[in-house]
């Protein structure tokens, strides 16, 4: 049996992507890049905004279009299973979030419990998830109802996993979760984000850990000394807000203020002066107004970000803010969305003119996909995904999860170039 694996959505669904493949691999299944080869493709589901929702519907209808057997699994069949299999018979079997063992018995395999991921991220970096679910009741969020509430791992299961990702070659963790500064709260009665980080950066072959989703109202003090002194742990802070007007916050129960967002800000760039951000805002929502769209401008034209994440509203069922009337036009989220995205491109131009002539730690992660005799990179400020590239200008053969020395030379809007300054090579696989 040869399977193929479609992975949509976030970050944390291409790990249960990848927990799955471990496992099919374990039972004996060849699997295949190539959908074409496919006796089987499973389709990894999003099923948080409307977007995600309609890309996974066309991606389903297209693999059931090319005659192939479908399996549909993850949020989309948590969230609309009776749906789904009323509209798209054609699919063979629908199975929520973590639904491993249902799906092995459902293709006749014996599940191999101590199975492994099977990693499709490039040899420099790997996510961890750390958590499951979320306990926060923002208004306009479906998470709660699609992973349920809030779910740590232990602090030595991670840790296990960690050494195991080091073990085949992984120099940075992405630390990923619905709520990462939650961690701990449920099964320790008390945070311990910081304890997990101190077992992390025990393991000598990780370079950086990078923690993504910061919840504002948890980046306490100790978290952020604890950064400002941490030798692994990169002064990335990803700290998605959603809105800066305090009408707009309260009604999507973020539970803090403009000011406080402000504040916090302050306060990490006074202790961590090369602190970079990264941030997600909301356009459109029901009760935003002219005057809120434009308080949220002068806002990011304030040039706090280095990376932005613009979201169109999604009226979203079950959700407390879908009992507002949604009165924004559609045209006009979308022209918000726009407004904003050519703001931030000024800024992260503008930042990332900072960086010219100065030398970088970059991990390698491969070849660049359109030109692919250009290596690539991604210095301290940059997640994998979701912010720039540095092209690397290099007479070195390089391999993914090298770590060089790189002088800066351009920046490109999103992206940089630089010379690798480093005087040992090896060959690039």
Not at 189 to 199: F, N, S, T
Not at 347 to 370: H, Q, W
Request: hydrophobic share 35%; aromatic share 10%; charged share 30%.
């Amino acid at each position: 049996m040869k399977i193929g694996l479609v992975s949509l959505g976030c970050a944390k669904n291409l790990v249960d992507s990848e927990i799955l493949l471990g496992k099919l691999r374990s039972a004996g299944v060849e699997i295949t890049p190539n959908p074409e080869e496919a006796d089987v493709i499973i389709i990894n589901t999003c099923g948080f905004i409307e977007p995600a929702k309609l890309e996974s519907i066309e991606t389903v209808l297209e693999f059931i279009d090319r005659g192939k057997e479908v399996i549909v699994v993850g949020c989309l069949v948590e969230r609309y299973k009776e749906e789904l299999k009323k509209e798209i018979p054609e699919v063979k079997a629908y199975f929520g979030t973590e639904s491993w063992s249902k799906i092995l018995e459902y293709l006749g395999l014996k599940e191999d419990r101590f199975s492994f991921r099977l990693l499709t991220t490039p040899k420099s970096y790997a996510y961890l998830k750390i958590a499951e679910g979320c306990n926060r009741l923002c208004s306009f969020c479906a998470i709660p109802k699609i992973r349920g509430k809030h779910r740590s791992r232990t602090i030595e299961d991670i840790a296990e996993e960690a050494k195991k990702l080091a073990q085949m070659g992984i120099k940075e963790l992405c630390i990923v979760s619905q709520d990462t500064t939650y961690y701990g709260k449920d099964i320790y009665r008390e945070y311990k984000l910081i304890d997990l980080l101190k077992e992390l950066e025990k393991i000598e072959e990780i370079k950086w850990i990078r923690l993504l989703y910061l919840y504002p109202t948890e980046v306490h003090k100790e978290l952020i000394d604890y950064i400002s002194e941490s030798q692994k742990v990169v002064p990335y802070f990803d700290i998605p807000i959603q809105h800066i007007s305090d009408k707009v916050l309260r009604d999507m129960r973020r539970g803090y203020n403009g000011q406080f967002v402000r504040s916090l800000l302050e306060n990490i760039r006074k202790k961590i002066p090369n602190a970079v951000f990264r941030t997600s805002v909301i356009v459109g929502f029901p009760t935003e107004e002219e005057k809120d769209f434009n308080e949220l401008v002068n806002f990011i034209q304030e040039g706090y970000f280095h990376w932005l994440g613009v979201f169109i509203y999604s009226h979203e069922e079950d959700t407390p803010a879908y009992s507002f009337s949604d009165k924004v036009p559609q045209e006009v989220k979308e022209e918000r969305k726009e407004i904003l995205m050519e703001i931030q491109k000024e800024i992260t131009k503008k930042k990332n003119s900072e960086f010219l002539n100065r030398e970088l730690e970059v991990i390698v992660e491969g070849y660049d996909e359109e030109f692919s005799f250009v290596p690539k990179g991604r210095a301290f400020f940059q997640a994998p995904e979701v912010d720039g590239t540095i092209y690397i200008e290099t007479e070195n053969s390089l391999k993914p999860g090298d770590v060089i020395k790189v002088k800066i030379y351009q920046a490109i809007d999103y992206d940089l170039a630089g010379r690798d300054l480093s005087t040992e090579g090896c060959e690039l696989v």
